[in-house]
């Protein structure tokens, strides 16, 4: 993914460019530094000085590496395109043809986006035109433009315009680069060109030569060349040529990995105004013209792409993209803007004997495998499928085989036997198209993966159910968890794992039917050695797993994970297995993995990236595939055999983000693992996710701002149905703020929530009512639920009437246990006071020296909806006014979860929402600033909705809309025995719903085993909308949905 030459770390070079900067500093005492990505760009600096030198060495690393980390989808890409762009010489990374409207509307974006691909040593070949910025000049001289066939007619003077500008223009672009330290070279001259048409076009060029040596200096030196696209004939004629024609041209010289288009619509649409995804040529070409977009300067565009990828490789492509969606493109499977590709046409045979040539199929099916006995497994196994019927799908190259055996001969349903895949075909799109061929024969499937197989998460996007066992993992589509056709696969998995239907699988014979091995990480649906990866400094390893990540499929590296449970013990016939969303997998030997309530094994959770699910996967590679027997170090160039290593490079700090980002990609030792472990109750996020059953939910009490906001969160919750909502006050009237169905208000009492507990009409009781009245209700639904054990409902109270009980679970995720929540029946949830000041307090605990003090000030939003002076705007007009200030109910809360004595003496001030805490702590021993801020930012390491703010205090104005908590602004007095900080929350959100809905988590995976449980919450209409994060974090907690499904990022 990350290319550098040797020439870019030879070490005069770098000499050269730090004398060369230290001149620059002698000029001007002072360069401002840079922060990568900032919204605002830096001011301008001297040309000689080198952006690497304008920040700290560490910080620039940090910064070019968390940038790049962002920038992949997964892990899984950051691999192949690591591998990918470090066996690539400089010259051939990617053309980049900008368009001119970019340039005079999108400098400042595209010109941020080359800086980072710069700091990361890569240089792209910039190719720029002017349209726009021509078509106005030309209108101001008198000129009006003409084209023919979309090529500009260009006179005399349209010519004089024409130079003027693309200078002025080229300018423009490398003026800007060169202030952020991009060093850059404007070629002129690179292209020779002969008229195309004289009498037709005039002064128009076709270009029959490229000074590929030009380029290749330029990089070499260290510069990214910026091109227009202005032509000269042998005899010095100046001449015309149309950008996207003179970007092709330069492609098909260069072959570089990369070919994309720049524009400010970031894709061609159609004559609706919507973006095409991708084009496959080889199919819609010819169709093309009876479209009404096809047309002028698209149709040119199109042409002159197709005219290119006839001559590259099949695996050949050209994006149209915007230039915010750079990095995205060059480093992610599913792209951005307008994909357009010859295709790849995939082909299907319906027996063995079609194949015609068994040598080549054997050879296809024996490619890179480790087995000693491969040969001969294959030679069985083929002559196993010679009296099947079967459907073999694959691509021209041979890159992607897949087998599907039908439903019959006791199969229930068609099951894939065999995906045999290079890394190449990874890369492309290849393994989409055969699964979509597939998809097109077989509206339902099921094959079977190892779960240490490190495209694991490809094929949970694929599917719609899974099902972990003994270390394989069961995939299905089309059809539902509790379809009849899937019982009969189960039980064959269930007893016989891959070996199901007759050792049918080619990959479970290659492994002799043996126990898993789980240090054994050969991939299973990959023939390539993927888990033999060079270490990112060039020196050969032992091969190693893939490291564990969010979302990854390896396992530690020289660990033995345990096998998860089996299944199938937990009852006589096996359980069906889970209605997985086709998402990405939870790891087995996850630490932090919730315990299964029955024994039996949970499944993965939804990916935390449901994007790529709607993307589509691709390979942009217009070098020739390579296979992976020809992978080389990395490091080491392909274009260039004999280069030394990247090891024997002089360390520089461009190269060093490049060797940090491998690490993070390739090391499980170099994960940034420090955050997690120094949390002691870590965040579960989509780890928690065990569930994809939507719950139906009914809120009783919905007249406060509270169930105000806890509508608009469930509105927008992938897996909560509001069914009912109840409110004495607004019987009849309509739902507002909730999209999904039309509801009205009626009026719910204990003995209707009893009857609809009885009946199992909802799965979600959420109580938004006053302190003290919900009690019935909650002894209506345990009355309800009596006598059935496990399938006893939970009850969730938002209200202060359990909080102190110690049979109930304490609802604050942060510092109650989560795996107590998700397995808990009877929920306290925490006040909104009382959550930012445990939260405030906690870190500091075993250091307290006396009763710490919080005065906390609300916006009157937290006064409740009742008429009284704490939310009367003419009473807080230029006021504060203090009350219960002694024995408040969150003093007696905070004290009492806390476990010691808490001083809090409340008010409200004249602001609408948000409450701010300063809070007085003394110690029991002299401390510095650092300590402090280091021991709440690891005991907060992870958390999503809690922020550790270091220098000035947390301010209302900034966490107002914000689900979470802000802490900081630590002070410390002179004798470093007294800690003063701030604590900022929005009450209308952090303190309530999200809570409610985090906590929810703890519905059954399969309804079928653990039936619905229902989750009862009083959501006090006093507390109002601070419940509404609480609420929401605990909801998902409780309901087994990925802990903050539904709660917007705490950004800004």
Not at 230 to 246: C, F, K, P
Not at 312 to 332: G, Y
Not at 790 to 800: F, G, H, I, M, Y
């Amino acid at each position: 993914m990350l290319s550098l030459t040797a020439q870019r770390a030879r070490p005069h070079q770098w000499l050269g460019r730090a004398g060369a900067a230290a001149r620059a500093a002698a000029r001007s005492s002072v360069a401002a530094p840079r922060r990568l990505g900032a919204p605002a760009l830096p001011p301008r600096r001297l040309l000689s000085t080198s952006i690497v030198l304008s920040a700290p060495h560490d910080l620039r690393t940090r910064e070019i590496v968390a940038q790049a980390v962002s920038s992949i989808g997964s892990k899984r890409e950051g691999q192949q395109y690591l591998k990918l762009f470090t066996s690539v010489s400089s010259q051939k990374f990617a053309v980049i043809k900008v368009g001119g409207a970019v340039i005079s509307d999108m400098l400042d974006e595209l010109c941020r986006n080359l800086l980072f691909l710069y700091e990361l040593g890569l240089f792209p070949v910039i190719i720029h035109g002017a349209g726009p910025q021509l078509n106005k000049e030309l209108q101001a001289a008198g000129v009006e433009p003409r084209f023919d066939e979309g090529i500009r007619i260009t006179d005399a003077k349209t010519l004089g315009v024409a130079r003027k500008l693309f200078l002025a223009e080229n300018l423009k672009l490398t003026d800007r680069l060169d202030e952020l330290g991009v060093q850059t070279r404007s070629l002129h001259g690179v292209f020779t060109a002969e008229y195309l048409d004289k009498e037709r076009w005039q002064y128009v060029g076709k270009i029959t030569n490229v000074n590929r040596e030009a380029i290749e200096k330029s990089i070499n030196a260290g510069y990214m060349p910026i091109l227009t696209s202005m032509a000269e004939t042998v005899d010095g004629r100046l001449l015309n040529v149309n950008a996207d024609v003179a970007a092709a041209e330069l492609a098909r010289t260069l072959e570089p990995l990369k070919v994309v288009y720049v524009s400010e619509k970031g894709g061609l649409h159609d004559d609706n105004g919507n973006k095409i995804s991708h084009i496959n040529l080889d199919e819609e070409y010819e169709h093309l013209d009876s479209k009404p977009w096809y047309r002028f300067g698209t149709r040119l565009k199109i042409k002159e792409i197709k005219e290119l990828l006839d001559t590259l490789p099949r695996t050949s492509s050209v994006a149209v993209i915007k230039p915010s969606d750079l990095q995205k493109e060059l480093f992610t499977d599913s792209g951005a803007g307008t994909l357009i590709r010859r295709g790849d046409k995939i082909q299907k045979v319906n027996s063995i004997d079609e194949f015609g040539d068994d040598e080549k199929l054997k050879a296809i099916l024996v490619r890179e495998r480790e087995e000693q006995d491969a040969e001969a497994v294959v030679d069985q196994w083929i002559d196993f499928l010679r009296t099947k019927s079967l459907s073999a799908y694959f691509d021209e190259a041979y890159q992607c085989l897949a087998i599907v055996l039908p439903p019959g001969e006791g199969r229930s349903m068609a099951t894939m036997v065999t995906l045999c895949i290079t890394q190449s075909g990874w890369l492309t799109n290849v393994a989409e198209n055969v699964f979509a061929a597939i998809k097109k024969d077989y509206p339902a499937l099921a094959w079977t993966v190892r779960e240490t197989d490190e495209n694991l998460t490809w094929f949970f996007e694929k599917a719609d159910g899974s099902l972990n066992h003994k270390g394989s993992v069961l995939f299905y589509y089309g059809c539902d968890f509790q379809a009849d056709c899937l019982d009969p696969v189960y039980t064959e998995f269930s007893k016989h794992g891959r070996s199901m239907f007759g050792d049918s699988n080619l990959e479970s014979r290659l492994q002799h039917d043996g126990p898993l091995d789980p240090s054994n990480t050969r991939n299973t649906s990959t023939p390539s050695k993927a888990s033999n990866v060079p270490d990112p400094a060039g020196a050969q390893k032992k091969p190693s797993p893939a490291p564990e990540s969010q979302g990854s499929t390896g396992v530690n590296d020289g660990s033995k994970a345990s096998n998860p449970t089996d299944a199938s013990k937990s009852s006589k016939s096996p359980p069906k297995p889970s209605p997985t969303p086709p998402k990405s997998p939870k790891s087995p030997n996850s630490p932090n993995s919730p315990n299964p309530v029955d024994g039996s094994n949970l499944p993965p959770p939804p990916s935390s990236n449901p994007t790529v699910l709607q993307q589509q996967s691709r390979g942009f590679s217009t070098t020739a595939p390579v296979q992976a027997s020809g992978w080389k170090p990395m490091g080491v160039s392909v274009a260039a055999p004999g280069r030394a290593l990247a090891s024997t490079f002089v360390p520089s700090p461009v190269r060093e983000p490049v060797q940090e980002l491998a690490k993070i990609l390739f090391s499980q030792q170099a994960q940034p693992e420090k955050a997690r472990n120094t949390n002691p109750n870590p965040p579960l996020g989509r780890k928690n996710a065990c569930n994809s059953v939507v719950a139906r939910v009914a809120l009783v009490g919905a007249r406060g701002f509270t169930g105000q906001a806890l509508v608009e969160l469930l509105n927008s919750h992938p897996y909560m149905d509001l069914r009912h909502v109840s409110s004495r006050e607004l019987v009849g009237q309509n739902l507002k703020g909730y999209s999904r169905r039309k509801i009205i208000y009626d009026s719910l009492g204990p003995e209707e929530v009893g009857k609809m507990e009885e009946k199992g009409e909802i799965d979600c009781w959420v109580m938004a009512l006053p302190n003290g009245v919900c009690r019935p209700f909650i002894e209506e639904i345990d009355r309800a639920s009596k006598g059935r054990g496990k399938e006893r409902s939970v009850v969730v109270d938002l209200s202060a009437d359990y909080r102190f009980d110690p049979a109930w679970t304490y609802g604050l995720p942060e510092l109650t246990k989560r795996s107590a929540i998700f397995q808990a029946k009877r929920i306290s949830n925490p006040g909104c006071y009382a959550t930012a000041a445990q939260l405030s307090i906690a870190p500091m605990l075993k250091h307290l020296g006396g009763q710490p003090t919080v005065f906390g000030v609300s916006g009157y939003s937290g006064a409740g909806t009742k008429p009284s002076p704490k939310n009367d705007v003419d009473q807080l007009k230029d006021n504060i006014i203090p009350y219960k200030m002694t024995d408040h109910v969150h003093e007696l809360e905070i004290s009492n979860h806390l476990g010691t004595d808490v001083a809090f003496i409340p008010h409200v001030a004249s602001w609408f929402r948000g409450i701010h805490q300063t809070i007085s702590m003394p110690l029991n021993k002299s401390m510095t600033l650092h300590e402090v801020r280091q021991i709440y930012k690891d005991r907060y390491a992870g958390e999503k909705l809690i922020r550790v703010v270091e220098q000035s205090p947390p301010l209302v104005r900034d966490i107002m809309n914000k689900h979470g908590v802000e802490i900081g602004g630590f002070a410390l007095h002179s004798s470093g025995k007294r800690l003063v900080l701030g604590a900022s929350i929005d009450n209308l959100l952090k303190g309530a719903a999200t809570q409610c809905l985090r906590k929810s988590g703890f519905l059954s995976t399969f309804r079928s085993l653990w039936n619905c449980r229902v989750v009862a919450m009083s959501l006090h209409a006093d507390i109002f909308v601070l419940f509404c994060a609480c609420a929401t974090e605990n909801m998902n907690l409780a309901m087994g949905y990925g802990e903050y499904e539904g709660i917007p990022a705490m950004t800004g």
